[in-house]
């Protein structure tokens, strides 16, 4: 059983909500069934992500979900995993400049960290349809263009894959009593229930912000974090709230915020253009003013999920904060050249600032900050096969 | 204490005297008179005479009070809606997410809604702001509508109360950019947008995740007098176009923020926030010119 699951008798009369540190530590041998309610890995201070209508979280169906992640078994390939492009010490992103896929398969843009994924309120760089993680997850496994999993035209031989798993043979009863076998629905349900578990708030930032623990956070990190919330750089205007986006959806907030930018990245021949493949929302709008605009990147965890922007294409930290001071990124010459500060589309927030290497240092230290070592290293999000087993031991992961 | 409860519970029972009627205050936003769109372009905006289009059109207003027959001033008590509305604060929104206000949200709010005792009112007051109480705690937290990002200001610096985005567009459809129209050598372009977030500045706190403990230097809300109003006929008008009047929408000071933020470093406010009613600097305050009625 996951330490995800483990579950005390007050969890019956506490709600879902109990701080991480209050949840009693026994374990119930016999569980009655009110304990299958869910309990979300958070503190109490953040809302839930909102859950679509028809799922209710159970700790079943988020062990399911995680078994499905880390299954090289859902790929043509039997090698490709969604853990294969997002890797948990990496804060679930894979550290390449784009992911890669089924065959080899070189994909088009950089993995996004997982990192509270459950609160976006659309998915992947720039898609402004996929609002729900079960949808999204049918991208990675059916898409062909590029293949990821490659599992198009396959879904039969997966769902019988899976069903002769002694494993899955109890989860997906356990998961579906109304529904027990593994198909489209029950898959992704268990994919999207596993990925809202992915809740990052326990970096020395919110130690300090949160819990008083002043002494968290260095003191470079602390200069950073003035400058970060100071109007001169305006990194706070798009990078704001708990997750650090403008983009978020909570179990408490009215609606959905949705905001996507364009940061000057490009401007190919002055036209405003970005690189064909990659050109942000105008790919599924055709509005000539959505060139470029790519939804804003929590900054959760973001020390450990370089390279940056959607195609990975900076290198470091320090290159991103030089990238925004310099109002958009100039490439000199090549066949993406062009001044990206004067691309007609840049978001009108992205001005540029002057900053010294000190303040970048310091800037550094603080998006540093931000990163959740727990995160990285808890067990509720580890892969949960054994080695060897069938599903990992022909898996490639980023970090071997 | 349990007396104090049974007392308590006993004078809730029993009620005002007075019952209570609904009251919906209706606003409207407008540019120089003519109705706001996401999807419309507004000619002759500030001292350049700018074509402009909007990015965002939202405001919190609060503290609202009917003024009864005899002078005193009756608090509008808000539906606790879950959304717009929370204590004496709302958030307004005139923006779609239509057209130009490309990070706008479809939900729009264009009324107050709450109650008042039974009774004869004319006058309407309310400030446009986030009343301090409530202005810097932790919006990561905050209930509705305190916990939108797009409202959220500097962490514990609080929230924009004024968020009025123009994106100057020129005559012939192209971009200033391509225009050249910029004096700004460091960075070679004319601004974007022309931002107009009126909030609270030079609020002393330790860190800028930590919430002050004193008002602010310039706590930037906007005290509002609508004498005229008549609950039922008339609507209180948003109307950013005289404020902005004496600003190039142009022109940005070179490292300063885009447009005018509050912030006491930038010229760019200095004909904008006297406008609103407020001091900026060594420009002192001249009368409201965002809100009136009809």
């Not at chain 2, 006058?123 to 446009?128: A, R």
């Not at chain 2, 810097?136 to 004024?162: E, I, Q, S």
């Not at chain 2, 860190?207 to 230097?217: D, R, V």
């Amino acid at each position: 059983m996951a330490p995800l699951l483990i579950l005390g008798a007050s969890a019956v009369l506490a709600a879902v909500f109990l701080p991480r540190d209050e949840v009693p530590a026994e374990t119930v041998a016999a569980r009655p069934a009110i304990l299958d309610a869910f309990r979300w890995p958070m503190p109490a201070w953040m809302p839930p992500p909102p859950v679509p209508d028809d799922i209710t979280v159970t700790p079943d169906l988020v062990d399911l979900g995680r078994h499905l992640f880390y299954d090289a078994r859902l790929s043509v390939d039997g090698q490709t995993a969604c853990a294969s492009c997002h890797q948990q010490e990496l804060a679930f992103s894979d550290g390449r400049p784009v992911g890669v896929g089924a065959h080899g398969t070189i994909g088009h843009r950089n993995s996004p960290s997982l990192t509270n994924v459950g609160y976006m309120p659309t998915l992947t760089w720039a898609n402004p349809h996929f609002t729900t993680l079960e949808f999204q997850a049918l991208v990675p496994m059916f898409g062909t263009e590029p293949v990821e999993m490659g599992l198009a035209g396959q879904e039969e031989a997966l769902f019988a894959r899976l069903a002769a798993d002694p494993y899955y043979a109890e989860a997906f009863p356990a998961a579906f009593p109304e529904r027990p076998a593994p198909d489209l629905y029950t898959i992704t349900r268990a994919l999207g229930a596993f990925q809202r578990t992915l809740i990052s708030l326990n970096s020395p930032y919110d130690r300090a912000t949160y819990y008083g623990e002043a002494d968290a956070m260095s003191d470079a990190a602390r200069r950073g974090q003035a400058l970060f919330f100071d109007h001169r750089l305006e990194c706070y205007h798009c990078h704001t709230g708990a997750l650090f986006s403008d983009n978020l959806q909570t179990a408490r907030t009215p609606f959905p915020e949705n905001a996507f930018h364009n940061t000057g990245l490009y401007n190919i021949g002055g036209t405003g253009a970005y690189p064909a493949g990659g050109l942000g929302l105008y790919e599924f709008t055709g509005v000539a003013s959505d060139m470029g605009r790519f939804r804003t990147p929590s900054l959760r965890n973001v020390a450990v999920t370089a390279p940056y922007m959607h195609d990975g294409s900076i290198a470091t930290l320090e290159e991103v904060i030089r990238h925004y001071a310099a109002g958009g990124r100039t490439i000199p010459d090549g066949p993406h050249a062009g001044a990206g500060h004067e691309n007609p589309y840049r978001d009108s927030l992205i001005t540029g600032f002057e900053i010294s290497d000190a303040e970048i240092a310091d800037l550094t230290a603080f998006l540093e900050s931000l990163t959740d070592q727990d995160f990285l290293t808890d067990p509720a999000f580890a892969d949960p096969w054994p080695d060897g087993h069938p599903a990992n031991a022909n898996r490639v992961m980023p970090l071997n | 204490m349990k007396r104090f409860l049974l007392a308590a519970t006993a004078a809730l029972v029993a009620g005002p005297a007075l019952a209570d009627m609904t009251v919906e205050i209706p606003f409207t936003a407008e540019i120089a008179g003519a109705p706001f769109a996401c999807t419309e372009s507004y000619a002759g905006l500030g001292s350049a005479e700018t074509e402009v289009q909007f990015l965002d059109f939202r405001l919190f207003v609060s503290s609202a009070n009917l003024i009864a027959a005899d002078g005193t001033r009756v608090p509008v008590a808000l539906d606790q809606d879950g959304a717009w509305q929370i204590e004496n604060i709302a958030l307004l929104d005139f923006e779609d997410g239509t057209g130009s206000c490309a990070n706008g949200t479809p939900q729009v709010n264009t009324t107050l809604r709450g109650t008042v005792p039974e009774g004869d009112y004319r006058g309407l007051e309310f400030e446009v702001g986030v009343p301090f109480d409530w202005n810097h705690g932790d919006p990561t937290t905050a209930p509705a509508p305190l916990n939108l990002t797009a409202m959220f200001w500097n962490w514990r610096g609080g929230y924009k109360f004024v968020k009025i985005e123009f994106s100057p567009t020129m005559p012939s459809g192209m971009s200033m950019a391509a225009e050249g129209h910029s004096e700004d050598a460091t960075h070679g372009q004319g601004p974007r947008g022309w931002m107009l977030h009126l909030g609270s500045t030079q609020c002393a706190a330790p860190e800028a995740t930590t919430p002050p403990s004193e008002a602010c230097a310039n706590p930037n809300r906007i005290a509002v007098a609508l004498p005229d109003f008549m609950p039922g006929e008339s609507t209180v008008v948003i109307d950013p176009a005289v404020v902005v009047a004496g600003a190039d929408l142009t022109q940005n000071t070179p490292e300063t923020s885009p447009g005018c933020m509050s912030f006491n470093n930038d010229p760019d406010c200095n004909t904008v926030l006297p406008r609103l009613g407020l001091a900026f600097n060594a420009f002192p305050a001249e009368e409201q010119m965002l809100v009136s009625m009809r």
